[in-house]
T-cell receptor, first 113, second 112 residues
Framework: KAGVTQTPRYLIKTRGQQVTLSCSPISGHRSVSWYQQTPGQGLQFLFE???????NKGNFPGRFSGRQFSNSRSEMNVSTLELGDSALYLCASQMGSSGNTIYFGEGSWLTVV | QKEVEQDPGPLSVPEGAIVSLNCTYS??????FMWYRQYSRKGPELLMY????GNKEDGRFTAQVDKSSKYISLFIRDSQPSDSATYLC????????????FGAGTRLFVKA
């Protein structure tokens, strides 16, 4: 059974640009969450989608947005990139709205220069 | 004060040692407790999942939850160099991903 797949794995962007990250959840999983991981702040929750609807959002500015498609695949977008957005962005999936465990992808490493 | 406190380490132990990793928390509503292992440049992988208080054992790993003290632990017996990774505790008040709070992670090095 394939795990959570994230693309791209590594990318470098310039301040002011925007970036789109993609996530394919485990087959059959309908919930996708996004997290930002940095050495200083650890893992921080960005948002969660279930059946194409954003259910919850963390404390991030509006530059961070996401969406989920009918096949459960999800994308997140960061506009007007700042240096502080450099981080590992992790996607996680779970089976349903009240699944017990989160399964993470390998992450997308974003460097903003 | 953070909801979940975890010593970032690093923690260095010789091969074969018993490792104890710990987290404290402040939210008494937390009922679901997890431990994740994260290798360098990889995503976290679920190691242990526990509901409420008590112990849970899986091979060389034992997870322990003491809700009265708001303290959780992960013990690794007969530690191996392959156990070298960052270990993150995580907890939530309800099942599922929403509002899962993660600790900062403890970096563990097991020396051969």
């Amino acid at each position: 059974k394939a795990g959570v797949t994230q693309t791209p794995r590594y990318l470098i962007k310039t301040r002011g640009q925007q970036v789109t990250l993609s996530c394919s959840p485990i087959s059959g999983h309908r919930s996708v969450s996004w997290y930002q991981q940095t050495p200083g702040q650890g893992l921080q929750f960005l948002f969660e989608y279930f059946s194409e609807t954003q259910r919850n959002k963390g404390n991030f500015p509006g530059r961070f947005s996401g969406r989920q498609f009918s096949n459960s695949r999800s994308e997140m977008n960061v506009s007007t990139l700042e240096l502080g957005d450099s981080a590992l962005y992790l996607c996680a999936s779970q089976m349903g709205s009240s699944g017990n465990t989160i399964y993470f992808g390998e992450g997308s490493w974003l460097t903003v220069v | 004060q953070k909801e979940v406190e975890q010593d970032p380490g690093p923690l260095s132990v010789p091969e074969g040692a018993i490792v104890s990793l710990n987290c404290t928390y402040s939210n008494s509503a937390f009922q679901y407790f997890m431990w994740y292992r994260q290798y360098s440049r990889k995503g976290p992988e679920l190691l242990m999942y526990t509901y409420s208080s008590g112990n849970k054992e899986d091979g060389r790993f034992t997870a322990q939850v003491d809700k009265s003290s708001k303290y959780i632990s992960l013990f690794i017996r007969d530690s191996q160099p392959s156990d070298s990774a960052t270990y993150l505790c995580a907890m939530s008040a309800r099942p599922g991903g929403f509002k899962t709070i993660f600790g900062a992670g403890t970096r563990l090095f097991v020396k051969a």
